[in-house]
């Protein structure tokens, strides 16, 4: 009988260890996710949350961003409802995330389509295509900015193109389409990214079983790839579009906000005015812009949670 029992004790002597032996090693995880985050939460605090708060307070006083200042309400909210400026601002910035975002989605969407079909050297024109994104968007807007005002005139005024003989950058009417290729030109490839991953997660079997039903390459484009990648179409789209409220560095690359203020950017807008002597005002701009951008990010988040079965 005693040496029955005795594997017996062994294993209860095991079985009372292991859960020391859990709890252990769950008091380390938690020591050490709590020592990575706390330096982190602390830094976001004093850079993010705190200047925000103080930031928004400041929007319902009269304050120039030094010295003393007064409350005013609602007013600055008031005023800037009616200001042209700023009016003009959000309608140059929504008009051209929108087109930008059109843009981006289509050109990057058939260029995955390409990239993922059976071609030579797809690999290393996948490597081309995501060079852009490595850039920083100042340098690539005062390389733009060289060409469209100097090149791209000399090649208009020898081919004979009167629109293109002058800068588009000093033209009222065309600049903001200078701004649209650039952009877009930087944001094909992050879009680009994903559909190529979109893509590449439908079944082969899918394409096969169509094909034997006599489907051509472009009814199965139509009928297969953009419904199965409908939902990264969304994602891209949803991502995008706030990034690209956001403009700043190739506006300012490339015309500054000109010619006049035809192309200022929301986010020029409220810059401009922490040096000007408008901080208060601007910074209820600021907090406007905020919320549009909260709403966005929640909409983006939903959108990613119902789609991450795609």
């Known amino acids: 009988m005693a040496t029955a029992t005795a ?17 252990a090693g769950r008091s380390r995880v938690n020591g050490t996710f709590w020592l990575m985050l706390v330096p982190s939460l602390v830094l976001f605090t004093l850079a993010i949350t705190v200047p925000a708060i103080m930031g928004i307070t400041l929007s319902f ?9 007064s409350w005013v309400g609602l007013t600055n909210y008031v ?7 700023i009016l003009s601002a959000y309608t140059f910035t929504i008009g051209f995330a929108l087109v930008t975002v059109l843009v981006v989605n289509v050109v990057a969407f058939l260029l995955a389509v390409l990239l993922t079909s059976k071609i030579r050297g797809k690999v290393v024109l996948r490597a081309i295509f995501v060079l852009p994104m490595v850039i920083s968007g100042i340098i690539i807007a005062y390389v733009f900015s060289f060409l469209f005002a100097n090149s791209l005139p000399q090649l208009g005024a020898w081919i004979g193109i009167e629109p293109l003989a002058s800068s588009l950058l000093a033209n009222p009417d065309l600049a903001w389409l200078t701004i649209v ?10 879009a680009l990214l994903i559909y190529i991953a979109g893509i590449l997660s439908i079944p082969g079997e899918v394409y096969e079983a169509a094909a034997m039903d006599g489907a051509s390459p472009a ?4 009928s297969i790839t953009l419904p199965l990648v409908a939902g990264y179409v969304i994602i891209n789209l ?26 200022r950017s929301v986010a020029m807008t409220i810059f401009s005015g ?8 601007q910074m209820a701009n600021a907090t406007v812009f905020f919320l549009i951008a909260v709403v966005l990010a929640v909409l983006q988040l939903r959108t990613t949670r119902g789609k991450a079965a795609f």
């Open 219 to 222: 009814r199965r484009l139509v």
């Open 274 to 281: 922490f040096t000007g002597g408008d901080y208060a005002y």
């Open 79 to 85: 005023a800037m409802f009616s200001d042209p400026a």
């Open 7 to 23: 594997p017996t004790t062994g294993a209860r002597s095991r079985a009372d260890a292991a859960p020391r032996n859990v709890r």
């Open 238 to 263: 949803i991502i995008g579009f706030k990034n690209h409220l956001n403009a700043y560095d190739i506006i300012v690359g490339l015309t500054n906000g000109g010619p006049g203020t035809s192309t």
């Open 61 to 69: 006083t009269d304050s120039v961003g030094f010295g003393e200042f």
């Open 181 to 190: 290729f650039v952009t877009a030109w930087q944001g094909i490839p992050s």
